[in-house]
């Protein structure tokens, strides 16, 4: 069982950047492919990005390519998610969730792959 707990949401002028974090319970956390979707008002959930269990394979939308960057620190249990260059479009909340994977270089776009999620953290885009 894992439980996930973002933070680092917030209000952001367009152009400005945020840096979301994912708190993962448990000892286990390096068996997990880690991934952020997002969620806007009247839209279906979004992949935004994915990370291998060993950090070293890494995966993104076509939508956030380029200006977002996911990372994690195992030793600290933690998933990050850099955003910059932000956009109006970027609005949503955002989730992350955890999949348990045998190989250390597995990367899941698929929302329905994942176990785990967390409840979310929104972030706002002014322009």
């Known amino acids: 069982q894992v439980q996930l707990v973002e933070s680092g949401g917030g209000l952001v002028q367009a152009g400005g950047s945020l840096r979301l974090s994912c708190a993962a319970s448990g000892r286990t956390f390096s068996s997990y492919a880690m991934g952020w979707f997002r969620q806007a008002p009247g839209k279906e959930r979004e992949f935004v990005a994915s990370i291998s269990r060993s950090g070293e394979v890494t995966y993104y939308g076509d939508s956030v390519k380029g200006r977002f960057t996911i990372f994690r620190d195992n030793a600290k249990n933690t998933v990050f998610l850099q955003m910059n260059s932000l956009k109006p479009e970027d609005t949503a909340d955002y989730y992350c969730?955890?999949?348990?994977?045998?190989?250390?270089?597995?990367?899941?776009?698929?929302?329905?792959?994942?176990?785990?999620w967390g409840q979310g953290t929104q972030v706002t885009v002014s322009s």
């Open positions: 969730a955890a999949a348990r994977v045998l190989s250390s270089s597995a990367i899941l776009s698929g929302s329905g792959r994942y176990n785990y």
